[in-house]
Each structure stands twice: as structure tokens, then as C-alpha cells.
T-cell receptor
């Protein structure tokens, strides 16, 4: 299996621009998770989906952040408008979603907002 | 809510043993995971504990005490490639999410 796939791997943008991060979970996995990692706050869960339905979005910082999962093999995390404080590494992870299983992480997107 | 505490950094010599601690507070505890994260890379799964006791997996072992809200990861025969951040993460009943600690940075020196 190819593992969790994320794109782009790196993104540099200017404040105010829209940023779209993409994720393809491992085939057959029913749960998908979006995390943000910074030195100050560590690894934080933003939102997770089960069977394409958002289950818990309590970690989404504010209305500038939105996430969608239109089908079982694709999800997006959008930031509009972006701000310098959004600079972080954004990870996508997936698991089977049937119990307490390991989450498998993608390589991450390193976002820098100038 | 969940509260997870990990010390921040330690340095150890190649071949030595290091213990990384994690304390947590959560309602409906349903397991604790340890992940390894090399600089610039994604976290990768190391171990999972849900019952009290020690789980051994090669050079790595993980221990859990549910009554004390405490776990440790033991790294034996340290190698340079073990230099990484080690994250503990707690799951709770009723959901599929993990709450991560901030991680403990281990630096292995020759």
C-alpha cells in the first residue's frame, strides 16, 4: 500500500491567500484525521471524519478553517484567508475506524504564511 | 477533557537505556499509544497498551499503570537512529480520536 498521501509537501504563501491541503487515506480505512503540529502547541487534532462524515471538529481554530471529505479516498483542508500564525506542519492520518486502532500518518504539508 | 504531560528533552549515550515517562488524566480511558517522530518526518507507531503491565517489542518496551495514569517507554541498547521525539497519545471510549502529549526529544550521542 502507498500509505497516506498528502499534497503539497511544502507550501509558501502570502497572508490573505487561500490554502488548500489535500489528503488521500489508506485504501479501506474509514476514519480520516487532520492534525496541526507546532513547536508551541505540539500535535493538535483539528477534525476527524468517519465514513466521510465529520464527527468531531472541535479542534478547528476558527471559521477560516474548513474541511471536506467528498468521498472515501479524498479530503481537503482549506484555510481562507491564511494568516502567519497558521504556519505549521499539517498532518493527515487514517485508520480502520472500527475501534482503537493505530493511526497511520501521511508525510505532512509544511505551510509557511508570510 | 484529556491532559497529558511529558518531559521535554533528554540526552543519552549510544548503547545506554533511556526511560520516557508520560502521565495522563482522562475520563473513559481506552488505551495509550507511543509514537516515534524523527525530525521533519511523520509520527510512526511504536506500541499500544490498554491493560496494566509491560509490553515488550525488541529493544522497545512500554509499561502502563491505569490506576496511576502513568506510562513509560523504555529504549534499550540505544542507537544513533533512535534520536527522535517520542509522543504518547491517549484514547477514550466513545470516539476514535487520540490526544497527544507534546513529546519528549531524545538525543543519542556517541
Amino acid at each position: 500500500d502507498a500509505g497516506v498521501i498528502q499534497s503539497p509537501r511544502h507550501e509558501v504563501t502570502e497572508m490573505g491567500q487561500e490554502v488548500t491541503l489535500r489528503c488521500k487515506p489508506i485504501s479501506g480505512h474509514n476514519s480520516l484525521f487532520w492534525y496541526r503540529q507546532t513547536m508551541m502547541r505540539g500535535l493538535e487534532l483539528l477534525i476527524y471524519f468517519n465514513n466521510n462524515v465529520p464527527i468531531d471538529d472541535s479542534g478547528m481554530p476558527e471559521d477560516r478553517f474548513s474541511a471536506k471529505m467528498p468521498n472515501a479516498s479524498f479530503s481537503t483542508l482549506k484555510i481562507q484567508p491564511s494568516e502567519p500564525r497558521d504556519s505549521a506542519v499539517y498532518f493527515c492520518a487514517s485508520n480502520l475506524g472500527t475501534g482503537q486502532e493505530t493511526q497511520y500518518f501521511g508525510p505532512g504539508t509544511r505551510l509557511l504564511v508570510l | 477533557g484529556q491532559n497529558i504531560d511529558q518531559p521535554t528533552e533528554m540526552t543519552a549515550t549510544e548503547g545506554a537505556i533511556v526511560q520516557i515517562n508520560c502521565t495522563y488524566q482522562t475520563s473513559g480511558f481506552n488505551g495509550l499509544f507511543w509514537y516515534q517522530q524523527h525530525a521533519g518526518e511523520a509520527p510512526t507507531f511504536l506500541s499500544y497498551n490498554v491493560l496494566d503491565g509491560l509490553e515488550e517489542k525488541g529493544r522497545f518496551s512500554s509499561f502502563l499503570s491505569r490506576s496511576k495514569g502513568y506510562s513509560y517507554l523504555l529504549l534499550k541498547e540505544l542507537q544513533m537512529k533512535d534520536s527522535a521525539s517520542y509522543l504518547c497519545a491517549v484514547s477514550a471510549y466513545g470516539n476514535n480520536r487520540l490526544a497527544f502529549g507534546k513529546g519528549n526529544q531524545v538525543v543519542v550521542i556517541p
